[in-house]
């Protein structure tokens, strides 16, 4: 058994774009860390929260299980794994507590350049390699069209050019890479940006305190950042 913790836990990207203004916003909450040598695991000085630095994919998992309490994840994974655990019929135990106000992309349907869109139809019988099977699913359903996806964890925009598939659904920020790629973005699935993530179950009384003033923290600072 875990045993219960008396100290907060938060998830953060290790390595990504998500990573320093995750820590950025919890400093600006008055949170601040002595770092252990290998950078993994930040313990709180100022107040009784503490760092781990993950794979942001891991977010959601590392909550649900009960092994951190907070974390600060890209609403495009988030939404990829409650989508997921919706079409296994199970249900979703982490949910988005607050949206942080950065990290903004769109995870977007992009085409070769040279296709003239004409709508979601197009795209019927066509291959499409994602890195968001689940929510790329659900837009295909709610679109009434039935396409192949091909799950790949990245590097997804060469895909069409290697032949591996026609069209493809993945993030897009400055439109660089789609750019790089000969391929444009036709339709929207998902407005993203970093969000809060936390259990949908109540904290244990142990942490609950600390959760709270954090969220009041977290609120004052959003207010001034508006
Ligand atoms: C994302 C996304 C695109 C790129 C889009 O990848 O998968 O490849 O950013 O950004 P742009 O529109 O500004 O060019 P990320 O950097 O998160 O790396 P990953 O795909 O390896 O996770
Ligand atoms: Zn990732
Ligand atoms: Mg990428």
Same mark, same amino acid.
């Given at each position: 058994m875990t045993p219960v913790r008396d100290r907060l836990r938060v998830a953060i990207q290790k390595n990504g !774009? &998500?990573?320093? +203004? #995750?820590? =950025? &916003?919890l400093a600006s909450c008055g949170l601040s860390w002595r770092e252990s040598p290998d950078k993994l695991f930040c313990y709180g000085e100022s107040a009784p929260v503490d760092l781990l630095l993950v794979r942001d994919d891991d977010i959601p998992g590392l909550i649900a299980s009960g092994l951190c309490d907070l974390g600060v994840v890209g609403r495009n994974v988030l939404g990829e794994q409650m989508s997921d655990l919706r079409a296994a019929n199970r249900d979703a135990s982490v949910s988005e507590l607050r949206a942080l106000g950065f990290g903004?992309? *769109? %995870?977007?349907?992009a085409v +070769? /350049?040279? $296709?003239? $869109?004409?709508g979601p139809a197009m795209l019927s019988g066509k291959r499409l390699a994602t890195?968001? +099977? #689940? %929510? &790329? !699913?659900d837009w295909l359903d709610? /679109? /009434?069209?039935? =396409?192949?996806?091909v799950e790949l964890s990245g590097s997804v925009e060469i895909a069409p050019r290697l032949g591996q598939a026609d069209a493809i659904c993945d993030l897009v920020s400055s439109g660089a890479t789609l750019a790089a790629n000969q391929l444009k973005p036709v339709e929207d699935i &998902?407005?993203?940006e970093a969000v809060l993530a936390g259990p949908v179950r109540d904290f244990d009384p142990a942490l609950a305190g600390i959760a709270e003033m954090l969220l009041r923290r977290l609120d004052?600072?959003? *207010?001034? !950042?508006?």
């Open positions: !774009r &998500l990573s320093e +203004p #995750a820590r =950025a &916003l903004g992309c *769109k %995870l977007s349907i +070769p /350049n040279d $296709w003239t $869109w004409t890195s968001y +099977p #689940a %929510l &790329l !699913r709610a /679109n /009434n069209v039935q =396409a192949d996806i &998902l407005q993203s004052g600072v959003m *207010k001034i !950042r508006d």
